[in-house]
């Protein structure tokens, strides 16, 4: 089979990656990454983040085209913003590969492991209402869990449970591949990531694993007393003015929406993913959203506004991972000073950061998750494009090594 172990945990999304069956979608952080000032107290330095000026959006336009050239995109939507500063909001390229129609500004895209960031506002939601605590044993809510005794809430939010990444399992990989528009259970993947043993003792060690937001939705769930679609819906998407933004209980797609594409196939060739069902991400990355509300949410993920400022603060302290210059806190990375996650999950890839010094945000989206030279597409253009607009703040994940089979941005992406 074509598919490599690494490339399936991609999906896990977050930090260094951000994928679902690679994630994270998220991969990493530093060696040993400082926690991050906070956004609402960071000074402000006009060097941080440049004028988005003509001759500015014009090498932006360069850079942004040479990546898909490289890496042969599809199609990307990009976001830049800062106070000040003006604005950059363009398409480039294709939805659809097959009639060669344009992408667009207003698509809705799925957003991989980004979904992880709403996840865990939601649980600390329920942290600042007293229904939940941060240090609680997941068995106190979920029952079943290796280490379950031991391993806390926020020990899995900042993916340091040790538990298996479910979509790092072979049979998951080869139940999903065989039949992609299958819909899967929370018990399911759990399931599959129980038949394995622990990796290590929790809060030993990072890992990110998607293992660890399924557990988180099903406390939201059981503490919020509510479906978790229809909790983020309506105390996260909702309270955030976000429009855009949904978490679907199957395979619809509102239009209008690109075409994703992806070599994470039983047969190793490109393929649509489309109609395939999210809900083997769930918690950790069916979430579909479009660039506006991406942009918005990437102010109100960073500075708090769901969140009392002290539950914010504990959100806010990073942990050092294998990304130099980055570190990951709870559901949520600081790259070279730009917080927030990425996203990836067959198909499609997100970025959604925020820089504090410069009220600036950066998001994008595009339609294929396929690796260029062992990079995450999304990667390839954030780093591209922070070399133009924050040059003292360039956002970079490296390039999984071929044999690093504990990389957080190496499986199914939900990242």
Known sequence: MRYSHIQWRRAGVGVAAAALLTVPAVTGSAYGAAVPPSPSVSAS???????????????????????????????????????GKGSYVKAFGVADKATGAPMKQDMYMRIGSVTKTFTVTALLELVDQGKVGLDDPIGKYIPGVPNGDRITLRQLAEMRSGLFNYSADEGFVKALLSNPTKPFTPQQLLDYAFKHPVLFQPGKDFLYCNTNLILLGLVVEKAGGMPLDQFIEQKVVKPAGLTHTSFPTNAAFPSPHAQGYTNQTLSGKVEKTTDWDPSWGWAAGAMISDLSDLKSWATTLATGTLLSPKTQAERLKTIPTKIPHGGYGLGIFNIEGWIGHNGSLPGYESLTVYLPEAKATMSLVLNTDILHNGSEPSTLFGRAITKVVSPKHVYDIPAEEPHASSSPSSSPSSG
């Open 45 to 83: 330095s006009d060097s941080d983040f440049v004028q988005l000026s003509p001759a500015v959006a014009a090498k932006l336009d360069t850079a942004i085209k040479q990546v898909m050239s490289e890496a042969n995109v599809p199609g990307v939507m990009v976001s830049l913003s800062a106070p």
